[in-house]
């Protein structure tokens, strides 16, 4: 059977149909994903409302292109997922909606997702995927945990930032950078160019003992020290010479790495697990990818990624967690079309599926 699954929690509009068999992981037949950052990058963030607004806009025709690229009809579709929570509210009401309205008109049930289960599965639809348990390092725009995973809905959170997550620390970081927004890939790849060890900035709670992470101070350290460089230079903080931002970015994104790194490592040995699966935006890091597989080799662990396309937010991995469940087992509750929504959802209030 075929799952539709509709991610619409931020600034993406994504859709997809995966093929569910008996036995082996779920299928990705096609997927279709609009993001609206150019919109937004005038206001130097999301603007909740013309989220919503352009969702409307974009999720039929998404839609539309994914039935004919999968080759199937609408009449295909068995059952339709859309991610519940944790978003923008109006923003997870348009892919609610239009779910629930899909599977009124087909007679086929829908399922809510959560978004962050959604992250944590995409790694299935790689061509390495992974198998329990693991230990994960979710790495967001909007959260950072460090997770134990013993199966689809077993989720221990096992430590998480305490502040920003570790994409708003690049964000932030970029942004003060002059280099735009969402900057956290433009700041890797100007970090490319730089000297890490050219300033020197603190990994918060890196020796705190516990799993928490907290990126807030790093980021004003990095505003303090960029105004120091603009001082020196006689020149605004966007001014500074094309080198001297690459050292900070390569130093700013060497301290996110490092705290990421040893946590992940820390976790492992406390849970003597020996598998490691990345999820999230920040999942596409080079630098990150590089460190955790050099560190995870000499352990012996397995790391394991979603594709690089599939790090930020996209509708196949919302039909992938939707139909992971499905294949688990659950039942999808009666009142399928009484729909809501979860703006705020931790990960590990979601249950498991008992078969
Ligand atoms: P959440 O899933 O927590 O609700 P989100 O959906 O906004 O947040 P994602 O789509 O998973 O988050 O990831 C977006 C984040 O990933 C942004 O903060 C972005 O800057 C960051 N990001 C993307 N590519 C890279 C990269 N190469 N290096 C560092 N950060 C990156
Ligand atoms: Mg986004
Ligand atoms: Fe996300």
Not at 289 to 294: G, M, P, S
Not at 321 to 336: K, T, Y
Request: proline share 5%; charged share 15%; aromatic share 4%.
């Amino acid at each position: 059977y075929c799952v539709l699954g509709i991610e619409s929690s931020c600034d993406e509009t994504g859709v997809a149909l995966v093929q569910v068999t008996d036995q082996r992981l779920p299928v990705l037949l096609a997927h279709a994903l609009y993001s609206q950052i150019e919109m937004h990058q005038a206001y130097g963030g999301v603007v909740p409302e013309l989220a919503s607004r352009d969702h409307i806009r974009r999720v039929l025709p998404l839609t539309t292109e994914v039935m004919s690229a999968s080759g199937k009809s609408l009449s295909d579709v068995d059952v339709v997922a859309f991610t519940r929570g944790p978003g923008l509210a109006g923003a997870l009401l348009v892919g609610a909606g239009v779910a629930c309205a899909l599977g009124a008109a087909l007679g086929k049930p829908v399922l809510g997702v959560h978004h962050l289960e959604g992250h944590l599965l995409s790694p299935f639809l790689s061509n390495d995927p992974p198998e329990f348990p693991f230990v994960a390092l979710l790495v967001s725009g909007g959260h950072t945990q460090l997770m134990r995973v013993d199966g689809v809905g077993c989720y221990q959170v096992l430590g998480e930032t305490i502040d920003d997550a570790a994409g708003e620390a690049f964000d932030k970081s970029a942004k003060l950078l002059g280099l735009g927004y969402p900057g956290g890939s433009a700041l890797s790849e100007l970090a490319e160019m730089g000297n890490s060890a050219a300033y020197k900035l603190p990994r918060p709670l890196l020796h705190s003992g516990d799993l928490d992470f907290s990126f807030a101070g790093l980021k004003t350290a990095v505003m303090v020290q960029a105004k120091k460089c603009a001082m020196a230079q006689g020149c605004a903080v966007e001014a500074l010479p094309h080198v001297v931002l690459a050292d900070l970015a390569s130093s700013t994104q060497a301290a996110i790495v490092e705290v990421l790194v040893k946590k992940s490592l820390a976790a492992l040995m406390r849970t003597q697990l020996k598998r490691l699966v990345v999820a999230g935006g920040v999942g596409a890091n080079r630098d990150l990818r590089a460190q955790l597989n050099a560190e995870c080799k000499k352990r012996q662990v397995c790391v394991h990624y979603p594709e690089l396309h599939l790090c930020t937010d996209n509708g196949a991995m919302i039909a992938m967690a939707a139909a992971m469940r499905l294949q688990s087992g659950i039942q999808i509750p009666s009142e399928v079309y009484a729909f809501d929504v979860k703006p705020r959802w931790p990960l590990d209030a979601i249950q498991a599926v008992d078969a």
